[in-house]
């Protein structure tokens, strides 16, 4: 065997390893939801369940209302995603491509706000949104999602790359800066949509601290607020519990892996641009 096919064979065994370790935790919760309860209390506890049942997942349907939540979860990052794009695109845009009194240094102070923790915010956003009388609203819950820094910064990257000829021309030829967004830029942009509205709405969908602190009202809940609450009341029920991650985890987890291609098409070509 030559020495290089020899490291190819030990490459591709390290990386099986390194997907099998990262697996495990997420093939240990399906396997605990689907055990009788008190099973995974066991010393040792069993791989996998001797007598499968779905009896975890019936009762956070029946007993708990696990569906209402999980339909909050799903209105929130929807609506979440849609209003990021309306409002981070044209922004994203306009720092690329759009000449108005002080873009750069707007653009600047954006770009260091990155640096800061977004907890930092929250209390002055929780105050604004009080006197606003959004807060226990989903409107609430939306807000942080509307412009973020990071989509405005990936958008303008990609817009760069865009030669300033192809815009010129369709000014040229009538065309409204409404019209370029619509018919030529979105167009392109198409990887880095697909990409922004993925990691929009995974964030959305998995953000635990903002509705917990603008959400008062159980029925309002997200999935993750609403799997925290039962926790404490179901401490010991692990196997309720895993039950409950898998339900929060296995939507996005599958949106993910059939976008994957997309998602990383995006972030190649924002690494790219300008």
């Not at 370790?21 to 001797?50: D, H, I, K, N, T």
């Not at 990609?158 to 000014?171: K, Q, S, T, V, Y």
């Not at 167009?187 to 929009?200: G, S």
Request: hydrophobic share 60%; proline share 6%.
């Amino acid at each position: 065997m030559r020495r290089h096919e020899l490291g190819a064979y030990a490459f591709t065994a390290f990386a099986a390893l390194v997907a099998l370790l990262v697996l495990m935790p997420l093939l240990w919760m399906l396997a605990v939801s689907l055990m009788q309860p008190g099973a995974a209390a066991q010393f040792p506890p069993p791989l996998w369940p001797e007598h499968p049942t779905l009896d975890n997942y019936r009762t956070l349907f029946q007993d708990y209302g696990i569906g209402r939540y999980a339909f909050n979860s799903l209105l929130v990052s929807v609506l979440a995603t849609m209003l990021a794009l309306l409002f981070v695109v044209p922004a994203g845009y306009a720092f690329a491509k759009l000449r108005f009194r002080g873009r750069d240094a707007i653009f600047q102070a954006l770009v260091a706000a990155l640096v800061m923790p977004g907890q930092i915010g929250m209390l002055p956003l929780f105050l604004e949104l009080k006197a606003m009388g959004l807060v226990n609203s989903y409107a609430g819950a939306l807000v942080p999602w509307l412009a973020g820094i990071f989509g405005i910064f990936m958008v303008r990257q990609f817009c760069l790359g865009i030669p300033n000829e192809m815009i010129e021309a369709a000014r040229v030829d009538g065309a409204g800066e409404g019209m370029i967004l619509r018919r030529i830029i979105l167009p392109v942009l198409k990887p880095i949509l697909i990409t922004l509205a993925l990691f929009v709405f995974l964030g959305s969908w998995n953000d635990f601290m903002w509705p917990l602190i603008v959400l008062a009202d159980q029925d309002l809940y997200t999935l993750p607020v609403a799997l925290a609450a039962l926790s404490r009341e179901h401490v010991q029920d692990n196997e309720l519990m895993m039950a409950g991650s898998v339900v929060t985890t296995l939507p996005v987890l599958v949106l993910f892996l059939a976008l994957q291609r997309h998602y990383l098409d995006g972030l190649l070509a924002g690494s790219v641009k300008g």
